[in-house]
């Protein structure tokens, strides 16, 4: 298979993380014969610098002529600490999403057995935990209407939903649930909000195309109560943007490292791929930062081309790395192993998972992870 493949490293470890998920889609497309072809191009505070704007005109043509776009992170201190900056660098990417109608977010969360430990919850609560969260991404109220008032004492934002924007994901939603445990939850807060009244009423509907699923409420403050208190009753989640925002950050602490979790976001011609952490700009530049989200976002890539035995090499590499314990600071404090250690490691077993006998941890440091 021949892909365009958009790269936006961002900001803070962006560039980091990407180069690492560069390497394992490079191996997967050694091994498996296929012809990825990479462009890459600025956004938010790093395209900011240079001009102002932080989604250029020219990175988004290249996001719209490609088959795929793989992005890093974004986000700067600089631009967070002022409250008075007109123009912010994650407009950048929520420009982006809407001018590529990704309409939904796909955020898988599970916990990894090796790591179980690490979760902040008790193992107990969180083993078996495998759900998948679908939020709305172009709508709700980071898009409505803003205003403040003139002399800066008021302001406002409006949430607004349309039947169609509800009915194209929730679609999805069913769909995947349909493939995996046949249960789904619908997070909103219908008894205060008349657009989560709309959700309710819209996505009861579509159930009933859905016979073999079984369809449940929950308000979104029970929702994050439940999330901590029992992760693993969920399947699918459908949400609107904000709420799937909020949910789906704290479902990433349930593994015990927001370095581990990747996303997709698609719409009807356009997909982006990401991990969901931020910049860590505090971690920038120190080879300190988790490169499991990025590289797992490239098994979503491929799996989303319908490139199955690709996918499951991608994710195998990884399981191998957290089972050999081959991993970056933030699983374990004592380990000596930094980005582009983990990266590399992940990109050799793809191409060598076949011929794997032992390996040579002392050697990953030297950029070689050796057969034995």
Not at 8 to 37: K, M, N, R, Y
Not at 51 to 74: E, Y
Not at 145 to 166: F, H, M, N, V
Not at 264 to 285: L, N, T
Request: glycine content about 8%; overall charge negative.
């Amino acid at each position: 298979m021949k892909l365009k493949i958009a790269l936006l490293p961002g900001d803070g470890i962006g560039p980091e993380v990407i180069t690492q998920a560069v390497s394992c889609l490079q191996a997967v497309e050694d091994i498996f014969g296929h012809q990825f072809i990479f462009a890459e191009a600025p956004v938010g505070a790093t395209a900011m610098d240079n001009g102002g704007n932080p989604l250029p005109a020219d990175t988004l043509a290249l996001c719209k002529r490609s088959d795929a776009v793989l992005f890093g992170a974004i986000g700067d201190p600089k631009y967070d600490n002022d409250p008075a900056a007109k123009v912010r660098p994650e407009q950048g990417l929520l420009k982006l999403r809407k001018e590529l109608e990704l309409f939904s977010n796909i955020r898988p969360v599970q916990v990894f057995p090796t790591l179980i430990e690490n979760s902040p919850l008790r193992k107990e609560i969180i083993n078996g935990t495998d759900f998948v969260i679908f939020r709305e991404l172009t709508g709700g109220i980071y898009f409505g209407e803003k205003k403040r008032s003139e002399d800066g004492r008021t302001a406002s934002d409006l949430c607004i939903y349309s039947e169609e924007e509800i009915s194209r994901i929730a679609h999805l939603a069913f769909k995947a649930a349909k493939g995996r445990r046949k249960k789904l939850t619908l997070v909103d807060k219908a008894n205060v909000l008349e657009s989560s009244r709309l959700w309710r009423s819209v996505v009861t509907k579509i159930a009933e195309s859905y016979p073999e699923v079984t369809l449940n409420y929950l308000f979104v403050d029970n929702a994050a109560m439940q999330l901590i208190l029992n992760p693993s009753q969920f399947d699918v989640i459908l949400t609107e943007n904000m709420f799937g925002d909020i949910l789906s950050d704290e479902g990433s602490v349930i593994g015990g490292s927001i370095g581990l979790l990747p996303s997709a976001s698609v719409g009807e011609k356009y997909a982006m791929f990401e991990p969901i952490h931020g910049s860590f700009p505090e971690g920038a530049g120190k080879n300190i930062a988790n490169p499991i989200a990025a590289i797992l976002s490239v098994a979503m890539l491929l799996d989303h081309f319908g490139l199955k035995e690709e996918t499951n090499a991608v994710i195998k590499a990884v399981n191998r790395s957290l089972k050999d314990g081959i991993v970056t600071p933030d699983l374990n404090a004592k380990s000596k192993y930094g980005t582009d250690d983990v990266g590399h490691f992940i990109a050799s077993q793809i191409t060598d998972a076949e011929d794997y006998r032992g390996l040579n941890k002392e050697n990953i440091g030297l950029g070689k992870s050796t057969i034995i």
